[in-house]
């Protein structure tokens, strides 16, 4: 701090005498003080009891506030900015400030500049504006907005709004309780979020984000190819793109929505909808409900050509439209494989499979261990295998029973039956 002079001139706004800060308090009391810096190194400290003005003006300031609304202007230089308690406004304005509200419900702009913001207690407005910026909200109920650039924001206790705006971004939710609820957009750009405790809500905005959330509430990554992790969410949908989504313990309900998404629905009993594009599904523990679209009717809807894989658990599955590839796994699964050209392995467990209603579909059914009841469809072409177990067998074309004591029907047209 050798370059730093204290700046003792407080110039009163009702008179161009220059006085110090003895002389103000000896000839009469002030409530509204105005300091300015110069072209140096300046440090100007404010009143308590006084709302203060101060404007750093060039070279690198110091601003300190004090205990009531003051206004801090670190103008150009790289300045440090420190409201202290009180309601108080700081701009950081050019090159690259750090920026301290203080106690108290503070608004606080970076400006140009790679600046660092924090709010401390209180609810605090933070923005960033151009550069890469830091911004922490510290306690309280905090918006924060990331504006240009790539900004890494954390967000502290409390029920905070965030907004990284553009650029690639870094956002953390650190919420002290469940019972806290954050809003968070990741904007544009490629972000990476992560939401701790609290009961949250996720966008990432357009772009490929990460988003990881461990807290209960909602991740929507909107548009982009987005990777999501979450635990303990009620709702996950990964918006349009080719998504990759990964849920964990508890029951989720879980959309990829349009595009090609790669969804893991993990432990509980959850509900998963593929949507639009040609999807891959794993159900993998717990007792789930797949289906490889959404749940529309409309003649046109192309649900497009998705692999489920139920994993483990008494699953239900729905194949939708499209030349579907329909796994049950390990369980007493209910599988549909509604129309086109599908492949259906039941898997292990007692299984009820309906192959589909499509005229002059092509379609192999699979009984695989266990006691299934396989139904091949009316107009369909189909090849049933029932596996081991007593299987009862319905459907057109050829049916072979194959290990166990059998139940086979053929359809209308000429079948073939191999007990």
């Known amino acids: 701090m050798s370059d730093f002079k204290k700046n003792n001139l407080l110039k009163n706004r009702t008179t161009s005498k220059n006085l110090d800060q003895n002389d103000l308090n000896t000839l009469f009391p002030i409530y509204t003080l105005t300091a300015s810096g110069d072209g140096g190194n300046n440090a100007l400290i404010g009143n308590d009891g006084e709302d203060n003005t101060l404007f750093g003006l060039g070279g690198n300031d110091w601003l300190i506030g004090a205990n009531q609304k003051d206004n801090l202007f670190g103008g150009t230089g790289s300045d440090f900015l420190f409201g202290n308690d009180g309601d108080d406004y700081l701009a950081g304005e050019e090159e690259n400030d750090v920026i301290v509200g203080g106690n108290g419900n503070d608004t606080a702009f970076g400006g140009s500049g ?39 924001i954390t967000s502290g206790s409390g029920n905070d709004t965030v907004d990284g705006g553009m650029g690639d971004d870094k956002i953390t939710i650190i919420n002290g309780s ?7 957009d990741g904007g544009d750009g490629n972000d990476t979020i992560t939401s701790n405790v609290g009961y949250n809500m996720v966008h990432g905005g357009s772009g490929n984000d990460l988003i990881q959330a461990n807290s209960a509430g909602a991740i929507y990554g909107d548009t982009g190819n987005d990777t999501i992790y979450s635990t303990n969410i009620a709702v996950v949908s990964g918006g349009k793109g080719n998504d ?15 595009d090609q998404d790669e969804i893991h629905s993990g432990s509980g009993v959850d509900k998963v909808y593929g949507g639009l594009g040609d999807d891959v599904i794993f159900g993998e523990a717990d007792s789930d409900i797949l ?6 009717e409309d003649d046109d809807y192309d649900g497009g050509r998705d692999v489920i894989d139920g994993g483990d658990g008494d699953d239900t599955i729905y194949g939708g439209s499209g030349s579907d590839n329909l796994k049950g796994g390990n369980g007493r699964d209910t599988i549909y494989g ?5 492949t259906i392995d039941g898997g292990a467990g007692d299984d009820t499979i309906y192959g589909n209603s499509g005229w002059f579909s092509r379609i192999t059914l699979m009984g695989g261990d266990g006691n ?8 369909s072409d189909a090849r049933i295998y029932g596996g081991n177990g007593n299987d009862i067998l319905k459907g057109n074309s050829k049916l072979y029973g194959e290990n166990g004591n059998d139940e086979i029907s053929g359809g209308d047209y000429n079948d073939y039956l191999d007990g």
């Open 372 to 379: 299934d009841y396989v139904e091949g469809g009316k107009y």
């Open 114 to 152: 790679d600046d660092d913001l924090s709010g401390s207690d209180g609810d605090d407005l933070l923005t960033g504006e151009q550069g890469q910026d830091t911004l922490n909200g510290g306690n309280g109920n905090d918006t924060l907005y990331g504006g240009d650039d790539n900004d890494t």
């Open 338 to 342: 509604g129309g086109d050209d599908d």
């Open 178 to 184: 469940n019972r806290e609820k954050s809003l968070i």
């Open 244 to 258: 990759k989504i990964n849920t964990g313990v508890y029951s989720d309900t879980i959309y990829g929505n349009e």
């Open 291 to 296: 289906y490889g679209d959404d749940l529309v």
